[in-house]
Nanobody
């Protein structure tokens, strides 16, 4: 069964932190890179961070130094630790399998992150 379940979003103030979690089915997760994407109304989803099956990470310039992606291969779960949040981080956050050319096409319901100024 193909499944993704994001959680951990919420409403926070500027400068605060959140930790997002994404539980994935083994079909999607095991042996593949995973990515966190975000989307705001009227805009395309953008890649926030990715992590390879071996743990190598990449980040969008806008979040470098503030966000950390990690994965627990035993739990088929990927995390996104978000520190020093800014209002421009407000979006719905999704996780999915990640390829060099973009997302793998599987999407969960996402989790809303709202940062107030």
């Amino acid at each position: 069964q193909v499944q993704l379940a994001e959680s951990g979003g919420g409403l926070v103030q500027t400068g605060e932190s959140l930790r997002l979690s994404c539980a994935a089915s083994e079909t999607i997760f095991r042996g593949y890179a995973m990515g966190w994407y975000r989307q705001t109304p009227g805009k395309q989803r953008e890649l926030v961070a990715s992590i390879s099956a071996g743990g190598s990470t990449n980040y969008a310039d806008s979040v470098k130094g503030r966000f950390t992606i990690s994965r627990d291969n035993a739990k088929n779960t990927v995390y996104l630790q978000m520190n020093s949040l800014k209002p421009e981080d407000t979006a719905v956050y999704y996780c999915t399998r990640h390829y060099p050319w973009g997302p793998g096409g599987y999407w969960g319901q996402g989790t809303q992150v709202t940062v107030s100024s």
